[in-house]
């Protein structure tokens, strides 16, 4: 990076950083700009956000306390709520609500999707999420980027706590492991998740690593899926089994 490019991005960071407290929603947007953040007609920036160099087409609402890191792509219509946090790369479609205080992060959304309050994305490895169109992520639910988990097109995960883990650390416990070495994956092991269209989840369920949960199924709320469950197919109980066909 050459020294010019290097005192174009500090004084971009300075309008950044400048454009969160001022007073004058258009004196924040024009900051914004002037800090290398795209920013389309008819967005609506509350004080006190923080946003990275990304883009952010019209009408997107964005309410107090904020953090959009950079790399971001956010579409049309969209709200986010405020206390969330977006880390970087992250991409939203069109008409998406991101509640708040959730953290997001290596997710793609789809178009009129939303993501409840609270919802935590964590993990430990190279995964990624991709979320579908028109689906639902409840209150206070965990999605573990460990491995890749794939949400498919109305897809309804109800809160508050349910959970998709892509690892396991059982291995890790009974062997006397160290933390430190958890990115070693004979002892953390991990596997996708795929839910596909047409699901819905109920509350506090857990879904382990390497689950396939097929089109048209109902996981019972308070359910622990360790197997993947068939088509046109309801299933509930810890471990989760066959309640009813669907057909």
């Known amino acids: 990076m050459t020294r010019i490019r290097l005192v174009i991005r500090a004084y971009q960071k300075l309008f950044r950083e400048t454009a969160k407290v001022l007073p004058s929603m258009s004196l924040r947007?024009?900051?914004?700009?002037?800090?290398?953040?795209?920013?389309?007609?008819?967005?609506?920036?509350?004080?006190?956000?923080?946003?990275?160099?990304?883009?952010?087409?019209?009408?997107?609402?964005?309410?107090?306390?904020?953090?959009?890191?950079?790399?971001?792509?956010?579409?049309?219509g969209t709200h986010i709520r405020e206390n969330a946090v977006l880390y970087d790369s992250v991409e939203i479609g069109e008409n998406v609500i991101i509640g708040r205080n959730s953290h997001i992060i290596r997710v793609k959304v789809g178009d009129r999707s939303t993501i409840e309050y609270g919802t935590v994305i964590t993990g430990y490895g190279h995964g990624g999420i991709v979320i579908g169109d028109d689906s639902y992520i409840g209150i206070n639910n965990v999605l573990d980027f460990s491995d890749d988990i794939t949400i498919g097109n109305f897809v309804h995960i109800a809160g508050p706590s349910t959970a998709l883990w892509t690892h396991t650390s059982v291995?890790?416990?009974?062997?006397?492991?160290?933390?430190?070495?958890?990115?070693?994956?004979?002892?953390?092991?991990?596997?996708?998740?795929?839910?596909?269209?047409?699901?819905?989840?109920?509350?506090?369920?857990?879904?382990?690593?390497?689950?396939?949960?097929?089109?048209?199924?109902?996981?019972?709320?308070?359910?622990?899926?360790?197997?993947?469950?068939?088509?046109h197919t309801m299933v509930g109980g810890v471990p989760a089994k066959v309640i009813k066909s669907l057909r």
């Not at 700009?33 to 964005?62: P, W």
């Open 29 to 76: 947007k024009l900051f914004f700009r002037l800090g290398g953040v795209s920013i389309g007609k008819g967005c609506t920036i509350a004080r006190n956000c923080k946003i990275g160099r990304s883009v952010i087409h019209q009408d997107v609402v964005i309410e107090k306390n904020v953090h959009i890191g950079r790399a971001c792509l956010i579409k049309s």
């Open 171 to 231: 291995e890790m416990s009974l062997q006397g492991i160290p933390l430190h070495q958890k990115d070693d994956r004979r002892f953390r092991n991990t596997a996708p998740i795929v839910v596909q269209d047409n699901v819905y989840i109920g509350c506090n369920c857990t879904i382990y690593p390497g689950v396939t949960i097929s089109l048209h199924s109902v996981v019972a709320p308070n359910s622990a899926v360790s197997e993947n469950v068939e088509q």
